[in-house]
């Protein structure tokens, strides 16, 4: 069974400071690793997608990488507007079409 | 461009009852994705739809079902609603297995 895991649960930065967010993943062959954010009661919000190791992504202070086990979100001089749960989610090339998601990074910008 | 949208916002049912949430997709997107999530989780898969076929289905027991029409609008039934059915439920179209796109979601409480 797909498996995904995401570490910190939570993580505080203050504006400006760098740091990076940690997917780890578990799949029967991968179809696609997706990066979300939510903001507290709404839909998750799309971001990246990335298909094989190597691959990386880029948008505005968010730069998403992938190896063959896992994925990072470096977040670079981060605003508090950055702030949300990050999400993570994988695409298995096997059984039915459903994103597995992890349990989310809730990142907190301190100004 | 319109995003996706759900009906209604919010709902509250008591236990027993039967509900019907309503999503239209993206324009063009022909692929529409059911999830569940509760609080401090990520979106669980509950089904997925594409052409009006039905193309996954995840755990969850026979009191869910679902449709898509020929305008590619879904709806998402649950039967005898149980109070942990209490959960936000999100709709994602896409135009095929790419990117999924979030709607704001709709909140059901069961009392």
């Known amino acids: 069974e797909d498996q995904v895991t995401q570490s910190p649960e939570a993580l505080r930065l203050q504006e400006g400071e760098s740091s990076s967010l940690n997917c780890s993943y578990t799949v029967s062959g991968l179809r696609g690793l997706f990066w979300y954010r939510q903001d507290p009661g709404k839909g998750p919000e799309f971001l990246f997608t990335?298909?094989?190791a190597g691959e990386e992504k880029e948008k505005e202070r968010l730069k998403a990488t992938l190896t063959k086990k896992e994925s990072f979100l470096h977040i670079t001089a981060p605003k508090p507007e950055d702030s949300a749960t990050y999400l993570c989610a994988v695409r298995s090339n096997f059984g039915n079409e459903k994103l597995t998601f992890g349990t989310g990074t809730r990142l907190t910008i301190i100004p | 461009d319109a995003g996706v949208t759900q009906s209604p916002t919010h709902l509250i049912k008591t236990r027993g009852q039967h509900v019907t949430l309503r999503c239209s997709p993206i324009s063009g997107h022909k692929s529409v994705s059911w999830y569940q999530q509760v609080l401090g989780q990520g979106p669980q898969f509950i089904f997925q739809?594409?052409?009006?076929?039905?193309?996954g289905r995840g755990n969850f027991p026979d009191r869910f079902s679902a449709r898509q029409f020929p305008n590619y609008s879904s709806e998402l039934n649950v039967n005898a609603l149980l109070l942990g059915d209490s959960a936000l439920y999100l709709c994602a179209s896409s135009l095929d297995t790419g990117g999924e796109y979030f709607g704001p979601g709709t909140r059901l409480t069961v009392t």
């Open positions: 739809y594409y052409e009006k076929e039905e193309r």
């Open positions: 990335l298909y094989s």
